[in-house]
């Protein structure tokens, strides 16, 4: 479990201190972190000092706001420029977490032309790109699935997300590429997990319900119809070594899709993180390199 961490969207209805408690107990070494769930004025130095106590690292830390272009489902400002100057201090904020990432999407086109959409896109990506390069941290541009991307992003595959950060040009900005969103997308996609190599910044992980009610209705790691061995041992293939971070949204009522009766959100934390635990250990049985170290698997 030296790399497996789970993101506190996960836990999205417990208080963030039992979040970190819940998370150490499950054996994960890395907690992801969402700004939305720390409250306004959040004290970062302590809960760097919480994480550090438990053991944890920082792994995929996700902004407010999230993207330059606004999102249908998530509140914010309308601005670009505003959106981005948010973004810059966000990224301030959670570097001083010691990440191993810092996630960003584009957001959707909307009412707006292709071209400008992507123009607005890669413009504000660069420019907290910069910061987040000032901070010492690498940013994490993710891919949404085909289903959902207009309500999220300009991209939803790995080809199109690598156009778009080859407009960009710094590989301080890499991809994060997360199995709900890709692995059911592209019957190629374990190929190019491999062929992406040290552009993968980050790795999401999470299963994807059979009956597929909605993005905010994913399930623990080996649960669902995902095959999760095969993804992890692709990116191991990439060189990816950083966290595998669980990112699981069931839910409860409380974002407004759905009121699922068997949301996870429902469940006791500690009960819901150690099943996570447990369903990605069985999934990357003998396929995780320890860092420093030769493939267990290959």
Known sequence: MSRFSICNFTLFTTPIDKQVEAVAASGATGMGVAEALLGE???????????????????????????PLPLVLFPGPEEPAERVRGLKESVRLLAQLGPES???????RQGLAAAEAREIAVDGLAQVNEVAKSEGVRLALEPIHRDDHESWSLVWNIPDALTLLDAIGDDNI??????????????????????????????????????GRSWADRRVPGSGATDLAPWVAACEAAGYRGHYDCEIFSDDGSLGVADYPDSLWKQDPHDVARACAEGFARAAEGLLTPVGGQSNKQ
């Open 41 to 67: 004025r959040p004290d970062i130095a302590a809960l760097r000092r919480r994480l550090d106590a438990e053991g944890l690292r920082a792994t995929i830390c996700l902004p407010a706001l999230l993207s």
């Open 174 to 211: 890499g991809l994060l590429v997360d199995s709900f969103h890709l692995a059911d997308t592209d019957p190629e996609i374990h190929d190019r997990l491999r062929a992406a190599g040290p552009r993968i910044a980050a790795v999401h992980v999470s299963d994807r319900a059979v009956d």
């Open 102 to 108: 810092i996630a960003i999407l584009t957001g959707p």
